[in-house]
């Protein structure tokens, strides 16, 4: 029995209540931002940054507030159509929304082409400056007004990318956010080309020991630094949303990068939802949430959801089956011994016996029905 006085026992109860209701409150906000769409988060980023801290943390007065970078995620970039655009040469398919987005954004657009890519991806996409608004502005031969004309472009490009796609095909086809083309490098891995800015400058990169010095200063009045505190939470749950998504993203690509380097749909890896939770230490409705409605477009210009990239090992051998069926006119005479040996050869795994006779028999029974 609990010796603590009633007062006691009831505030330790309170505080319990206290944690958990923020540990809940922190899930739902998880689920929500996952949950969210691209144009979604977007919207969500564009009124966080609206807040003059973070212009203040980005284009910093002095050294000590520069707690904010942006890092793109390894093997990404911006796609080279961005710098492209004009109204004269919109994509093939786009929404006509797409032809007032680009109206709207002409004068960013030649800022853009003014400073260059290379200036643009420095100072915009990765923010990898000390310089303050002003200092940048002299630098890019600019005036302060243009760089907020460019940050604001950005976002609002952002929000409306999905108008630059080709709409779904066929009566009632789903409309799915395109969340990159995907590319292969000279090592075989997949590297990924983001239409949206926000997608491709990546994650917030919080300098915490900066932050620290701020919050422990002088500089601060008690309600400022709960403000501060405050919205670098907030940045860091846009952050777990970013890096899950591309997490998410770059192991799947990863364990199929030899189906997208053949486009044989034979040579994927068995990779469930399950599994791929298990490795990325989440909950599988994690996984399942971040793939709804979200698409890439494989090496060859096809486009497919990303639950398509998913397969279980049943599904994989009875596919290969079908192929080897169709090779060989003595299939039907061959052993299980024989079609095991030719499973691992093709799949590289050790497929039991027992498991070959019964995706055999779902194979005939498949072609009777």
């Known amino acids: 029995m609990d010796s603590r006085p009633r007062s006691l026992r009831l505030s330790a109860l309170q505080k319990v209540g206290v944690r958990q209701h923020a540990t809940l409150l922190a899930r739902l906000q998880t689920v929500q931002l996952l949950q969210m769409s691209e144009r ?22 002095t050294p000590s507030w520069k707690v904010l970078r942006f890092q793109p995620h390894p093997r990404t970039r911006l796609s080279g159509s961005f710098y492209e655009m004009n109204e004269e040469t919109l994509p093939s398919g786009a929404r006509p929304e797409a032809g007032a987005v680009l109206a709207e954004g002409r004068e960013a657009l030649a800022l853009i082409r003014k400073i260059g890519q290379d200036n643009f991806e420095r100072y915009f996409l990765k923010a990898d400056t000390d310089l303050d608004r002003p200092a940048l502005a002299a630098v890019l031969g600019l ?10 472009f950005m976002l609002t490009y952002s929000i409306q990318a ?28 997949p590297e990924f080309e983001f239409r949206s800015p926000l997608l491709a400058r990546g994650r917030y990169d919080i300098q915490y020991e900066r932050l620290q010095s701020l919050l ?17 939470r907030r940045l860091e749950l846009i952050n777990w949303r970013q890096n899950t998504l591309y997490r998410i993203l770059d192991y799947l690509c990863h364990a199929q990068r030899r189906f997208l380097a053949s486009r044989e749909a034979t040579h994927k890896s068995p990779l469930t939802q399950r599994s791929l939770a298990r490795h990325l230490a ?22 497919v959801l990303l639950e398509d990239l998913f397969c279980t090992r049943k599904s994989l051998c009875v596919d290969v089956l079908e192929v080897l069926a169709a090779e060989d006119a003595d299939f039907t005479h061959r052993t299980d011994e024989e079609l095991q040996a030719r499973l691992k050869e093709r799949l590289g795994l050790p497929i039991p016996r027992r498991t070959v006779n019964s995706y055999r028999r779902l194979l005939e029974k498949n072609r009777d029905a």
């Open 40 to 61: 979604e988060i977007s919207e969500l980023v564009k009124q966080v940054e609206a807040d003059p801290l973070f212009q203040k943390l980005l284009y910093a007065p």
């Open 143 to 152: 005036n302060e007004p243009d760089i907020q004309k460019i940050r604001d």
């Open 162 to 189: 999905e108008f630059f796609d080709a709409p779904p095909r066929g009566p009632g086809a789903q409309r799915v956010v395109r969340l990159a083309t995907l590319v292969l490098n000279t090592e075989g891995e």
């Open 282 to 303: 989440v909950a599988p409705s994690t996984i399942n949430r971040a793939i709804q409605g979200r698409s890439v477009v494989l090496p060859w210009g096809e486009e």
């Open 216 to 232: 422990k200063g002088p500089q601060l009045t008690p309600q400022e630094r709960r403000h501060l505190k405050a919205f670098v």
